[in-house]
């Protein structure tokens, strides 16, 4: 899911709580911790907080592309391997360093 940024003008900018409820991953807004999470398909409602009862809507899905296609169009993309080069599939936030992805 693609979820937009904005409301009322003001970009917001999430982070994960550590929590997952039906296998997704519950968010929080960084500037105020109003908490968020997808309770319908029209969006990612505000389930607590002060922003409780705000609704950003999805924004389109990007279409699904192969790889091949991706570096394609963004030839300079960085992909993780992992110790034996093989795609990684599920990095960890160690993977994603600068010294790894060189």
């Given at each position: 899911?693609?979820?937009?940024?904005?409301?009322?003008g003001?970009?917001?900018?999430?982070?994960?709580?550590?929590?997952?409820?039906?296998?997704?991953?519950?968010?929080?807004?960084?500037?105020?911790?109003?908490?968020?999470?997808?309770?319908?398909?029209?969006?990612?409602?505000?389930?607590?907080?002060?922003?409780?009862?705000?609704?950003?809507?999805?924004?389109?899905?990007?279409?699904?592309?192969?790889?091949?296609?991706?570096?394609?169009?963004?030839?300079?993309?960085?992909v993780?391997?992992?110790?034996?080069?093989?795609?990684?599939?599920?990095?960890?936030?160690?993977?994603?360093?600068d010294e790894?992805?060189?």
């Amino acid at each position: 899911m693609v979820y937009g940024r904005e409301i009322d003008g003001e970009t917001v900018t999430f982070g994960t709580t550590g929590y997952t409820f039906n296998n997704v991953f519950v968010l929080y807004d960084r500037k105020t911790d109003a908490i968020w999470y997808p309770l319908d398909d029209g969006g990612l409602d505000a389930i607590g907080g002060n922003r409780h009862g705000d609704k950003i809507p999805f924004i389109e899905k990007p279409p699904v592309e192969t790889l091949g296609e991706w570096l394609g169009k963004h030839p300079d993309s960085q992909v993780l391997l992992d110790d034996a080069g093989n795609l990684e599939t599920n990095p960890t936030p160690e993977d994603t360093n600068d010294e790894k992805t060189s």
